[in-house]
């Protein structure tokens, strides 16, 4: 997905952002250091393609994302080059096993996926990190031996995906049923990262790790509930 564009968007550095702080949200004060209005105003600028800033408003302060899937960002934007800016913007990593504030991730998600894609592509740019954080959990060495035990079936690797879901995030619902022997239907309830784009990229990535094709598609109802509707 948009190779050319992801080149471009690279080519952001960091003393071209003109800042060095990081910060929760748009116009938070994680670190009293850096200047929140430069970085607020940078960060709107890269996310104007998508409503991660509406959607802030909208997470309580109750969710919470394992340090594990910001690490999936940071991955993400090292092996396309596009880490600096990144860096700038958010310097503190957060720790894998600890839980940290959904607002936080979901900035850090938009802005990584237009870094990674461009601002007109965040959404391409989203998908993409969420595809890598399934194949890169594939390729580790829990993802293989897991990968063995549940022999290659999409149908076992989802339900373990959706069980491991759950120790991930602290909030929504995810249900899984089969309408037919090729078929899955992911319905999400309450699920504040992007259904469409990078959950749906994580869901492509999950069939690539066992070497299935599929055709993946995301039906929403609104921008925190929908589906994904999956055959291969």
């Known amino acids: 997905m948009g190779t050319a ?13 003109g800042l060095n702080g990081g910060h929760t949200t748009f116009d938070g004060a994680s670190n009293p250091a850096g200047p929140p209005g430069a970085r607020a105003a940078t960060l709107r600028a890269l996310c104007r393609h998508c409503d991660v800033e509406e959607r802030l408003a909208l997470v309580p302060p109750s969710a919470k994302v394992r340090g594990v899937y910001f690490g999936g960002i940071d991955r993400a934007l090292i092996k396309a080059g596009c880490h600096e800016p990144f860096k700038a913007l958010f310097p503190h990593r957060r720790a ?6 959904a607002s936080d991730f979901l900035v850090r998600l938009a802005a990584g996926g237009a870094l990674l894609a461009g601002p007109e592509r965040v959404h391409e740019g989203m998908f993409q990190i969420g595809r890598g ?12 031996v897991l990968i063995r035990v549940l022999d290659r079936d999409p149908r076992r690797l989802l339900k373990q995906g959706i069980a491991g879901r759950r120790q991930g995030f602290s909030y929504g619902r995810w249900e899984l049923e089969f309408p037919s022997e090729r078929e899955a239907v992911v319905t999400m309830s309450e699920e504040y990262a992007y259904i469409e ?3 749906l990229g994580a869901a492509q990535g999950t069939f690539e790790a066992v070497g299935a094709s599929v ?9 925190f509930n929908g589906k994904h509707l999956l055959r291969w």
């Open 133 to 144: 954080n399934a194949v890169t959990f594939a390729e580790s060495l829990v993802g293989r």
């Open 96 to 101: 894998g096993v600890l839980w940290h504030p």
């Open 197 to 199: 784009s990078y959950h």
């Open 215 to 223: 055709r993946a598609e995301a039906v929403l109802r609104d921008r």
């Open 5 to 17: 564009s992801s080149t471009k968007s690279c080519r952001i550095r960091a003393s071209k952002l």
